[in-house]
T-cell receptor, first 112, second 114 residues
Framework: DSGVTQTPKHLITATGQRVTLRCSPR?????VYWYQQSLDQGLQFLIQ???????AKGNILERFSAQQFPDLHSELNLSSLELGDSALYFC???????????FGEGSWLTVV | DQQVKQNSPSLSVQEGRISILNCDYT??????FLWYKKYPAEGPTFLIS?????DKNEDGRFTVFLNKSAKHLSLHIVPSQPGDSAVYFC?????????????FGKGTKLSVIP
């Protein structure tokens, strides 16, 4: 158990809809990262927050957004969903000064 | 442009033998490297890391070697066990970037045959 909690574990939704994925980082961790893993793809970095502020942005679509709240939990919002958004979305966290990031178990999103 | 490449999508090894997983990178700004292991339906689990100031790091059955001039690293598992069967991801980061985000390869699926 990495200590990173993600909900929901599985989600099926229709094209055009909007979903929110939630992440609670490890206790004491200030940085939260979101990664996407599609079929046959590696882990693609989407976005990072550090203590409530956006720190780095990767290959995140404009239809996607994220935020980190004062209690340090984070949400990833995916809107106008397309079939190609079906993927495993991972949240990870670290204290900010370390190099190792710890992953949650992921949220499986299926868009039908 | 794939900055971290794992050119072998899969690898099969007999139990007890050595497993060698390879990884190449192109970004010379990367200064630390990690290996993660992933079982189906689970998140990646940190395995071992190495800083660019070292060329080897060992942890039990796992050893990571780094060849900076060749921009190549490898993970050795000795002896391999059936429980090692998983997908292994190589990851690299740039500590000077300030964000500690990692760039991952696409993974190598290791199958250890009993």
């Amino acid at each position: 158990d990495s200590g990173v909690t993600q909900t929901p574990k599985h989600l099926i939704t229709a094209t055009g809809q909007r979903v929110t994925l939630r992440c609670s980082p490890r206790s004491g961790d200030l940085s939260v990262y979101w990664y996407q893993q599609s079929l046959d793809q590696g882990l693609q970095f989407l976005i990072q927050y550090y203590n409530g502020e956006e720190r780095a942005k990767g290959n995140i679509l404009e239809r996607f957004s994220a935020q980190q709240f004062p209690d340090l939990h984070s949400e990833l919002n995916l809107s106008s969903l397309e079939l190609g958004d079906s993927a495993l979305y991972f949240c990870a966290s670290t204290r900010g000064g370390g190099n190792t990031i710890y992953f949650g178990e992921g949220s499986w999103l299926t868009v039908v | 442009d794939q900055q971290v490449k794992q050119n072998s999508p899969s690898l099969s090894v007999q139990e007890g033998r050595i497993s060698i997983l390879n990884c190449d990178y192109t970004n010379s700004m990367f200064d630390y490297f990690l290996w993660y292991k992933k079982y189906p339906a689970e998140g990646p689990t940190f395995l071992i890391s190495i800083s660019s100031i070292k060329d080897k790091n060992e942890d039990g059955r796992f050893t990571v070697f780094l060849n900076k001039s060749a921009k190549h690293l490898s993970l050795h598992i000795v002896p391999s066990q059936p429980g090692d069967s998983a997908v292994y991801f190589c990851a690299a980061g740039n500590s000077g970037a300030g964000s500690y985000q990692l760039t991952f390869g696409k993974g190598t699926k290791l199958s250890v045959i009993p």
